[in-house]
């Protein structure tokens, strides 16, 4: 099956023969901590630092400049994304829709890139998920079901606005994600009946937006072994989508080095034809507290390397490694920081005999 290749409102490509992107995910639990936030776009800022978008998790909203999504718009060059669905519930946790919905578009207007939406929400899913060992990870899929079961709807909210939204977001080149609700918190979920299910749905959602003119991608997976990865990217190859995986964590027990198990994974799904937005992972994803800047920036450090990797096979960009080959050849050390040589080799560096 032939993959789609859509274009952001910033005339970025993203899909098959594209570069990878990479995005962010920021946010402040509470007006305190947006400061705190702003900090660290503004240190990104500052360093240009190589990545593409910033998604804002926020769960308070801040007006005005303070909304990470639209300082990100307002005073960088990233892309903005955001997950409307956490702005929009009151304290029972019921989603007003039209609240959900004009904030949607204002985000639309103001020149989002990507916005997440959790539209796969039904009873058999929900059914189907109780026999797992978690049943819901997704932050802003578990708002959507809760929103579903306890006020008895018909149809989960993003359902029941579905049309709206796209009509929104094909007006002004908006890029809908379809969040994976029912991605597996654990390897020992990955790939069961629940998730290929779910995956199933996003698949019919995406063919409905894309046939309605609208740039959509899907997000997926979660936790999962190498093994089943492996099968899942054989199947997600036959999916005509832009894929951003949340990870992937290839095992539950990287608590401290989460950051380096998503890399590895997020690598694997990028050679295998597989990822095209890596979201990025810290060491803190399933740790109490908030990541520091030096906390964020070895993540990104690492995901950029991921990046260059997958590069590598998707587009054949040679053109760094190609450099460092040479000055290496050219001075006849590895350490191309150093200026007499590598100490680890000492009189015996191999690239200074002639041979």
Same mark, same amino acid.
């Given at each position: ?37 702003? *900090? ?26 303070? #909304? ?8 960088? *060059? ?18 007003? &829709? ?54 008895? =709807? ?30 597996? *918190? ?11 299910? &779910? ?13 309605? *003119? ?20 054989? =199947? ?19 608590? &401290? ?26 060491? #803190? ?12 920036? =070895? ?23 190609? #450099?460092?080959?040479?000055? =290496? ?27």
């Amino acid at each position: 099956m032939t993959k789609k290749v859509i274009m952001t409102n910033k005339g970025v490509k993203v899909g098959k023969g594209a570069n990878t992107l990479l995005n962010l995910l920021l946010g402040a639990n509470d007006k305190p901590a947006v400061k705190d936030e702003i *900090g660290k776009i503004e240190y990104l800022n500052s360093r240009k630092e190589k990545i593409d978008i910033i998604t804002d998790l926020s769960l308070c909203d801040s007006k005005g400049s303070n #909304r990470l999504w639209e300082y990100v718009l307002e005073n960088t *060059g990233y892309m903005s994304g955001t997950v409307p669905i956490y702005l929009a519930t009151d304290e029972a946790g019921t989603v007003d &829709e039209n609240i959900l919905f004009e904030l949607i578009c204002e985000q639309c207007e103001k020149g989002v890139s990507v916005i997440t939406i959790h539209p796969t929400v039904n009873q058999e899913l929900l059914v189907l998920s109780k026999g797992r060992m978690i049943p819901c990870t997704s932050r802003g899929g578990g708002i959507v079901a809760y929103d579903y079961v306890n006020n008895h =709807r018909y149809e989960n909210i993003y359902l029941k606005l579905l049309d709206k939204i796209a009509q929104k977001c094909r007006e002004h080149g908006v890029i809908i994600s379809i969040g994976s609700t029912f991605r597996s *918190g654990t390897i020992i979920d990955a790939m069961d009946r629940t998730y290929l299910s &779910e995956l199933d749905e996003q698949i019919k959602i995406a063919d409905y937006l894309d046939r309605n *003119g609208v740039n959509v991608m899907i997000e997926t997976p979660g936790h999962i072994d190498p093994e089943k990865l492996l099968l899942l990217c054989e =199947r997600i190859q036959n999916i005509p989508y832009p894929v951003m995986p949340l990870g992937p964590m290839l095992t539950d027990i990287g608590y &401290e080095e989460d950051d380096t198990v998503a890399v590895i994974g997020a690598s694997m799904m990028g050679i295998h034809g597989s990822a095209d937005i890596l979201s990025i992972v810290t060491s #803190r994803e399933h740790l109490s507290g908030i990541p520091d800047i030096e906390e964020m920036q =070895r993540a990104i450090s690492k995901y950029q390397i991921a990046r260059h990797i997958i590069d590598l096979h998707k587009i054949h960009n040679y053109d760094e490694d190609i #450099r460092t080959a040479k000055q =290496r050849a050219n001075i006849k050390s590895c350490d191309i920081t150093a200026s007499h040589g590598c100490k680890r080799c000492g009189d015996v560096c191999p690239l200074r005999f002639d041979i």
